[in-house]
């Protein structure tokens, strides 16, 4: 048996310590197996056939279909094992998209993604991922339920209400914003003594003011993508008096009307442009090809919008890109991390959520993540546990293998040079390690 099937072995006696049969962890390590063997399709009876008669078909269809265990438990142990590897770790939100042809899987209907830009017949999974600059790894999923699947909605369809049953989908279970999926997840791995400082998402969570004051009252920081529409004043803008017991719409007049951060860093480029930077951020992979593309930043402290337009009682960062030869900016971020970042902090913070895309494309790609055949609510969720925990092997095993290496064969990383920056904003050039796809 060769080291990496020993470690293997052990890695799986971890993570299925929960289960209480041993056919189950049987079945587990099958199925892990399955996943991490090279091959076309990573459905169950692909991967059964792999395996060569360690386990068959019905048992590990059964096992990720219908077998009673809690991907919770698995996720727990895996967010336990890769911990340790991931130092000063950040929570990053994304969303994973499962085409379908037909209507019958559990969930599934025409949906707008953000990373099709379009309305696609799909599953939709919201995903928290635990990344730094070393490594990512995927611990935490929820299956976002469109309204077409609620019962309490107008817009339920009644084939889909109907297939609930078929796909046994939980009857307290219905149509939930993905940002409160998100917070669900948080609080979920929070319980599980996982609480990173920083949670990170794209505009689709961070438009939301809902979402960030969530946030901030679990004393979490974040760093969220955002539209340029969104709203919001300058940091010296004239504050509301406290009025206990207003509705907002009874505060009295304030200062000026907020406008959108497209139009706000407008108006302070031409006084931010003296204050540059530069910083060379490096690729966190071994490949040294990584394309990369100029870009410019600025960053400038704001107060976003409330409920009636009043500026917000606090201020956060505005990240704003423009790419090489574009003269409009293109990315907004907004963060409540503390005044006196530096501005490549905030850059590298930024990209980080993007890396962590990877996640995503190598469980897609290799592990077989959209391949998963089942209709119903605990196969989906069942699989997805098991696609991370067999991802979180692969990272181990990358992360072990770059341990060993002597310290002067490791790529070296360039020296951060000196900023200048002005009080309450920066603006800067930075070189982006840029992915294939995103």
């Known amino acids: 048996m060769s080291e990496t099937e020993l470690r293997l072995e052990d890695f799986a006696a971890e993570v299925f310590e929960p289960f209480g049969r041993m056919d189950q962890r049987r079945c587990g390590l099958a199925y892990l197996r399955g996943l991490l063997l090279d091959g076309g399709r990573k459905s169950v009876k692909a991967m059964a056939a792999r395996l060569d008669g360690e386990m068959n078909r019905q048992a590990l269809a059964h096992f990720v279909t219908s077998s009673p265990w809690d ?33 019958a899987s559990v969930c599934v209907a025409p949906q707008y993604t953000s990373s099709s830009r379009k309305i696609t017949n799909c599953q939709v999974g919201v995903s928290l991922s635990l990344a730094s600059d070393r490594a990512r790894s995927t611990v935490n999923w929820r299956l976002f339920v469109p309204e077409s699947w609620d019962p309490a909605f107008p817009a339920a369809d009644p084939a889909r209400i109907r297939r609930r049953v078929e796909c046994g989908v939980p009857d307290g279970v219905g149509h939930v914003e ?93 006084a931010v ?62 963060s409540d991390l503390a005044t006196g970042r530096p501005l490549h902090s905030l850059v590298e913070l930024a990209y ?35 696609v991370s925990a067999a991802h979180a092997f692969e990272t181990l095993q990358r992360l072990s293998v770059a341990d060993s290496l002597p310290s002067d064969s490791a790529p070296r990383q360039p020296a951060k040079q000196s900023e200048e920056s002005a009080p309450h904003s920066h603006c800067g050039h930075h070189n982006i390690p840029t992915h294939p796809t995103t």
């Open 273 to 334: 442009k003296g204050a540059a930077v530069w910083h060379q951020c490096t690729p966190t992979h071994a490949d040294e090809r990584l394309r990369r593309q100029s870009a410019t930043f600025a960053a400038l402290r704001v107060r976003p919008a409330g409920p009636n337009h009043e500026p917000a009682r606090h201020t956060c960062w505005l990240l704003v890109e423009w790419p090489a030869k574009r003269s409009e900016p293109t990315r907004f971020w907004l």
């Open 352 to 386: 980080l959520r993007r890396r962590t895309k990877d996640c995503h494309r190598e469980m897609r790609d290799d592990l077989g993540l959209t391949h998963f055949e089942g209709r119903t609510w605990r196969g989906w969720h069942h699989h997805v546990a098991l």
């Open 178 to 270: 993905k940002w409160q999926l998100a917070l669900d997840m948080i609080d979920e791995v929070s319980s599980w003594n996982l609480r990173p400082s920083l949670v990170m998402a794209d505009a689709e969570y961070g438009d939301s003011a809902a979402f960030r004051q969530n946030l901030q009252m679990r004393g979490l920081r974040y760093m969220v993508g955002i539209s340029d529409t969104m709203a919001a004043h300058p940091a010296d803008a004239r504050l509301y008096p406290i009025v206990h017991g207003c509705r907002p719409e009874q505060l009295p007049p304030g200062g000026e009307e907020p406008i959108s951060v497209e139009k706000l860093i407008a108006t302070v480029r031409r």
């Open 71 to 103: 991907p919770a438990h698995v996720l727990a142990q895996v967010s336990w094992k890769i911990k340790p590897f991931i130092t000063t770790p950040a929570l990053v939100i994304d969303d994973a998209v499962f085409p379908k042809d037909g209507d």
